[in-house]
């Protein structure tokens, strides 16, 4: 799904190569390691837990790539692309929220990864906050057990990524 995102943000909206992109809770780094072999200008990826940002960085095999560690908070500035996979708001209500929130701080355009099943909530969040949706594509993940939380070693999500465009107030 990373490939495609990358593909379709890069080729059908010429929303990566020669641009700054930030990629926030970047985790291994799927998404800015893609951007910088697209072409980015300039790439960083932001995730609060270190182990991740380090693995991110072995994965980055000598891309030219910021990591930082810590917390949304810790950017400043503004970037042509945001990419983002936030947590889907499930256990800890509205965590994408705060990503959402970030990214229309810091990008020209933001591509994000929701539940499907939260797309009227996030549509009507968006356009409370000045900002148009587009839906990119729509499909399954299929999630492996990684937190305390998970019940199942797998179970499938049917998200929609999005291109979300902050508009001027």
Known sequence: MAAEILFNACYSYGDIEGKSVVDLGTGTGRLAIGAAILGAEYTVGVDIDPDAVEIAWKNCKGLDVDWVVGNLTVLRGKFETVLMNPP???KQPHADIHFLETALKLGRVVYSIHKSSTKQF????????NAVLETVMATRIWVNHQFHFHRKSTYPVEVEVYRILPTKT
């Open 122 to 129: 996030v549509e009507s969040w968006l356009k409370a906050h």
């Open 88 to 90: 889907f708001g499930t």
